[in-house]
């Protein structure tokens, strides 16, 4: 008999370790410092580590199988035995890392966004071919190491249909194939876990379907029906939770109402238009799953912000009005927040006051669970409706720049830069050195003056490196900058930044995003001096570096008092500040960075119009106050920007760098209308691995095929923080001489 669901869970939790722990061992391990022994006592102690905590918090279901040492969806393929031929070595562990970042001569998968949020997830290659086996030995042995404990958990598992949607087709697929095509020998494969958890004595398993809740064509949502259709009817299974989150089921919702799941889970943070409130449960039609169980994502789990009470528990009993059994949850995995605020004691305490990380989560679902066991009916002591104070924001309009063509001569005059100009996208490694000084300033043991000479030295070595390789317009390479928007956060008025708020972005590779919680100001210049500084070493361009207004909002917390595109035209303001006392300044190439263009496109069709617009129009004004001499750059990357290139051209931005390198020149089957100057990458920097002059040579052959030589820039991927200077010096070596290579053959 199915055992009835815990009244209180989280979807999800972080996994690196509240210090890095998981960052520094993988590091340690890739770089021959550590073995796999140490990898693995060091991933063992983080497992149980978290499941006490939640355990002491007083959360009753506790998850499992959300440990992962790169990526959740690079975990499924291995599960399902999706392995590429070219990757498998005697060696799992090595097998699977070379999936995630390369290996000898072979590159990576692809990787790119998880729907709208800043972490990054590697894609499968599935093709008509691909031979699915299941590889069971992960989730039963977390099971396990719980069991030690004495607590029991809930494997949870990225579902089949998401799975699929989010792989791509192998490049020897036949046209018109799609991964989903091989939706029933996936089926096949999740029917013998689900059948192998039973016999392990596990209860329940949660199956995560996201994909739901974007526009799904009436072929996918049947294959979502036949799917759990299947799953649902088998004897021999554990009870089942599909949860989805980031939006509202829609169309998918009956489809999960119809099929024989014990369990759905909705986001009614994302997947209400009202919030977490009643009256947002009202449209959703949850009495479509009375009978089931309802997980109820009523704590956020994308943000930073206390759940307000009140509203919350008005909202679990609506739902438990109208559906039944209700479950307390977040809305998402906590994947997306870091640990936990009460470290963050240099905050302003008003400021901490109104905020909740992982920890603080976990404590308002078990609370919410315990009120709403205690309070009868659907009618919560009448609450004052809040008063929202009218407010009006001021209009900004871009003055159209001059067109195209004639900028293009402009800086054709004024740069003199040869074909195919070599440049990178902005930063150079981040040396341990560099860190370390960064680090004593911060503690107050060495003084700014010192500090100042490090960073000045830095660039100079930075300056001189490009100008021996040869690159055409250099960068300065950001040893002052610890992140692209911290560091902006740093000096803008209405952000805070955290000590420890570290969130996963992919990988060993960690973020700390600031708290943007009031009106946005820029108190004076922040990055004209060092790029001022480092053009007076050369005669060579030198880009002025700057991350554009929808990124660095994109890749904070945001307050969420005010309309989330007042914010990015806040932002913006003091973005086109900036620009304007660096054009000031003598600096005549100025990049602004749009890499999370695309991560907040909504993900339902109908609002992403809306979206785009406004994002558009911000960069523009942004970007639009300089003289047609001036020019302008932006960059995105890993984030499927094929997709919205249309909004990109609208950018007017005069040169854009695209990832493309890791992506297999991806972006290169639709750029046919693109207008404007345009780097598709050729160095993939986010794996060790240096390509050859002959491979770069390739990818720009290829490029040419669709962009005339007069427009196409060589660069990488994208900045080239994570890399070691010897790296970076081989691999900028084999990209000018590979860009060397075509303009003679040109000449």
């Known amino acids: ?179 989903l095509d091989r939706l029933d020998d996936v089926a096949e494969v999740y029917a013998r876990l689900l059948a192998e958890l039973a016999a392990e004595g596990v209860g329940w398993v949660q199956l995560d379907e996201p994909a739901l809740v974007a526009d799904r064509t009436p072929a996918e949502l049947a294959a979502a029906e036949a799917a759990y259709g299947r799953l649902g009817r088998l004897e021999n299974r554990p009870a089942l939770l599909v949860a989805s989150y980031f939006g509202d089921l829609g169309d998918a919702l ?38 089931k169980t309802v997980v109820a994502g009523v704590v956020s789990g994308r943000d930073v912000w206390r759940t307000d009470r009140d509203r919350a528990l008005a909202t679990l009993l609506a739902v438990r009005e109208r559906a039944g059994r209700v479950v307390v949850s977040t809305s998402c995995s906590l994947l997306h927040v870091p640990y936990d605020v009460g470290r963050e004691t240099g905050l302003d305490p008003a400021l901490r006051e109104r905020l909740a990380f992982a920890e603080q989560k976990v404590a308002e679902v078990a609370e919410l669970a315990a009120l709403l066991a205690v309070t009868p009916g659907h009618h919560l002591p009448g609450q004052p409706a809040a008063q929202e104070r009218p407010r009006t924001f001021p209009a900004r309009t871009a003055e159209g720049r001059a067109p195209y063509a004639v900028r293009a001569a402009a800086q054709a005059e004024h740069l003199k830069l040869p074909l195919l100009p070599v440049t990178t996208i902005g930063s150079f490694p981040q040396t341990g050195e560099l860190r370390r000084a960064r680090a004593a300033l911060a503690a107050g043991e060495i003084g700014e003056a010192a500090y100042e000479n490090m960073v000045r030295a830095e660039i100079e070595q930075v300056i ?48 700390r995003p600031p708290i943007l919680h009031g009106d946005v100001r820029r108190p004076g210049p922040i990055t004209v001096r060092w790029a001022q500084y480092a053009q007076s070493l050369t005669s060579t361009p030198v880009k002025g570096m700057l991350t554009g207004p929808v990124t660095i909002v994109a890749w904070s917390f945001v307050r969420d008092d005010l309309p989330l595109r007042e914010v990015v035209f806040q932002v913006a303001d003091a973005v086109r500040e900036e620009v304007g006392d660096l054009e000031e300044a003598g600096i005549r190439v100025i990049q602004v ?76 089957g639709v750029v046919g209308g693109f207008s404007r100057g345009l780097g598709p990458g050729v160095y993939d920097i986010h794996s060790p691995r240096v390509p050859g002059a002959d491979e770069v040579e390739h990818l720009l052959t290829e490029a040419l095929r669709t962009v005339p ?12 923080k994570t890399r070691s200077y010897e790296q970076v010096e081989t691999a900028l070596a084999n990209v ?5 290579r075509l303009r003679e053959r040109r000449s």
């Open 593 to 668: 960075d749009e890499p999370a263009l695309r991560e907040l496109v909504p993900l339902r069709r109908a609002e992403q119009g809306a979206y785009l617009e406004w994002a558009v129009a911000a960069y523009r004004w942004a970007t639009s106050g300089v003289s047609e001499h001036t020019q302008i750059h932006t960059h995105l990357c890993y984030s499927d920007a094929d997709q919205i290139l249309a909004a990109i051209d609208a950018l007017d931005a005069d040169v854009t760098s695209i990832e493309s390198a890791r992506s297999r020149g991806r972006v290169l």
């Open 736 to 740: 000018v001489e590979a860009a060397a």
């Open 254 to 291: 009956p489809v999960l109402a119809g099929a024989p799941v014990e369990a759905v889970g909705l986001d009614l943070v994302r997947g209400s238009a009202h919030g977490v409130d009643a009256l947002g449960v009202e449209a959703l039609g949850v009495e479509a799953l009375a009978g």
């Open 1 to 179: 008999m199915t055992s009835s669901f815990p009244a209180s869970t989280v979807l999800g939790y972080p996994r690196i370790g509240p210090d890095r722990e998981l960052k520094r061992a993988l590091e340690s391990y890739w770089e021959g410092r550590s073995s796999r022994a140490g990898l693995e006592e060091t991933a063992r102690r983080l497992r149980e580590d978290t499941w006490r905590r939640l355990a002491a918090l007083g959360l009753e279901g506790l998850p499992s199988n959300t440990f992962s040492y790169y990526d959740q969806v690079l975990d499924t393929a291995v599960l399902l035995g999706a392995v590429p031929a070219r990757y498998r070595h005697d060696d799992d562990l090595e097998t699977y890392f070379a999936m995630a970042r390369g290996a000898e001569g072979i590159a990576p998968l692809r990787m790119t966004k998880w729907f709208d949020t800043n972490y990054h997830y590697i894609v499968p290659e599935i093709g008509p071919d691909t031979v699915f086996s299941l590889d069971a030995a992960k989730p039963l042995a977390e099971v396990r190491e719980a069991r030690a404990l004495g607590l029991e958990t809930r494997p949870v598992l990225v579902g089949p249909v998401t799975f699929l949607l989010l792989s791509q087709a192998a490049p020897d697929s036949p046209g018109g194939f799609a991964p």
């Open 709 to 720: 030589a007069e427009r196409l820039w060589v660069n990488p991927d994208c900045g080239l």
């Open 464 to 511: 001189a490196l490009q100008e021996r390789l040869g690159l055409d317009v250099l960068v300065h390479g950001e040893p002052e900058r610890n992140d692209m928007v911290q560091y902006f956060a740093e000096h803008l008025d209405g952000f805070a930044v955290t000590r420890h708020g570290w969130v996963q972005s992919y990988g060993s590779r960690c973020t």
